[in-house]
């Protein structure tokens, strides 16, 4: 075996781009989570995302439209989760899965003529001289707009959760609902919009592995990203910052796992291929075996029904 | 205006032709979608919910299929809706039915070439045994880490796969083979075979089994003290402790029968239909099953026939396929808005709608 051969560097900055599905998916579902809703349809609504924003960049040649697309397809999906949860109170959990089924099968029938065309290539920003630095150019200023864009995002969710009156509104809500109603909040529409959000970012999650990480359509291409991303959700105990922490985890064993088969260590590569899903299950029970506290950390109606009383 | 409200009870009228309601509408949305894909409706509906039954040429072949199909998906959600009942939400029956059927194929092979009369009974419980060990991972996190079994049991879906890969290319792999990727055949090992009890039906002793578990599921909810300790279970953690209920063996008696039904399943399946481990082994019955199991109101026999409708839409997703070059995920789609349907119209059972004027006041 040869290590030297894993350059630091560009495992560091390949690693970044590798987590940004799984990243973006997962702080769109920690905002849903924090307004009180379990929202398990992530996989259908980031493979919508993938296969809209992969037909509208292929059709319009435009990256813009392209990451809209994906903003908008799994924005409309979470809201029929979100109408079917909110105004027509069905179960979370199987609406969730509902919702996952769906997505997988529309998916792969608008997608069908589209599978193996190449997309056109997604622009970078031009940093200029920034990006021929030895080491920071590399390891900072080589990423497309939409790496920039989700660690702004992620800037942006922690914000509005922890500094911002809205953001005080929306953890009430997913606090106690009950409460948050006598207080005279909308609970339901506040929820609807969190339930968007997340799936607008879990869209574009799935957008980006189509048109920028494959990219390519291939039918089921998500393969499980979606549900990565809702034990992140846990095992970042409900922080966006620990969400990048997570992501990256997830992305560097991905890499890893490629990397080592690439360097030539003998292990069967099945078993590599099953190291993220163990190393996720390995995270839920140290995050939750550890703190006697997870329970207070999870949001206080997660999954609950909201009955309004008049 | 119009008012919506809660019934103290589910009306008994709605919760039972809401079912119906929702396939229906599904065939319609179906059609509408088929339509907008430029894709005939008529005849893609027609094709997979008609044809298998009633196409003269057709339904002579399809029509034991659909029971035969039916099979796992009738003993996973039996499984499935247990834990359902009790709020423990189970839905890594997919790796469930891999992992029994490894077991169960595996020790099987381990007998191969020898002729016994035991190897068969042994296999079918080794396939119990794997579907429950699978299980017991999520169980057990669950009681003593308090993980959520959802993530868990998903997770380990992925595990099992791969797992299947390694096994049916490394371990278990056909040594007479000739680099065929896939373990040895099991129809052409007599004492492990799971052959056709009917001539030229396909139907195997898997389907008899999954028709005995239907009754047995209904005895178990009726008439045992488990059946009442589940419901209650799934109405509050809390009272079912006042009942006598301690919640960690629920959790594994729930965990337990979901995973030894899909492993009994998976094995039923290897040693029949399917014949021998490969890469493509399983084909999502074990997500279908949660379908299943909503869909027949987490009654045995609402089981039975939504188990038969949804194998009626693979045959017929299979033929539409063939004949109208529809992709195979087109029925998933079909299956996911049938669920949405029918949890929308769950509000009919639970609210009554009135017209009112409102007070002033």
Redesign the interface.
Known sequence: MDFAAINPLIFFSTMVAASIPVLLAALGELVVEKSGVLN?GVE?MMIIGAVCGFITIYNTGSPLFGVLASIVAGGLLAL?FG??TQV????Q???G??????????????G?PFAGIKPPTFPKPDFGFLSDLPVLGQLLFKYDYLVYLAFILVVGVSYFLNRTRAGLILRSIGENHDAAHALGYNVVRVRLAAIMFGGGCAGLGGGYLAMIRVPQWT??MTA?VG?IA??LV?FASWRPYRVILGAFLFGGVTLLQLNLQAVGIKI?P??L??AP??I??VA??VI??SSNR??TLAPGSLGRLF?KTM | MLVFERRREPSKFWTAITPVLAVLVTLIAGGILFAILGKNPVEAIKTIFWAPIFDPNLSAYARPQILVKAAPLVLIAIGLSIGFKANIWNIGAEGQYIMGAILGGGVALAFYPLEAWWIFPLMIVSGIVGGIAWAMIPALLKIKFKTNEILVSLMLVYVSEHFLASVSLGLLRNPDGVGFPGSRNLQHYVSASNGELFAGTGIHLGVIVAFVSIFALYGLIRFHRLGFQVRVTGQSVRISRFAGVNPNLMIIFCLAAGGGLAGLAGIFELSGPAGLLSIDFNVGYGFTAIIVAFLGRLNPFGIALAALLMSLTYIGGDLAQFMLNLPAAAIQALQGMLLFFLLSMDFLSQYRISIKHWARG
């Open positions: 398990l259908g029929i109408i079917l027509l109170h069905s179960n959990v199987a609406t899965l509902a919702l996952t089924l769906f997505g997988l099968g529309l998916s792969a029938l608008i069908q039918e089921g499980g549900w809702l034990a846990v069967n099945a078993y291929s099953m899903y163990i996720t299950i839920l029970v939750s075996g997870l329970s009955y």
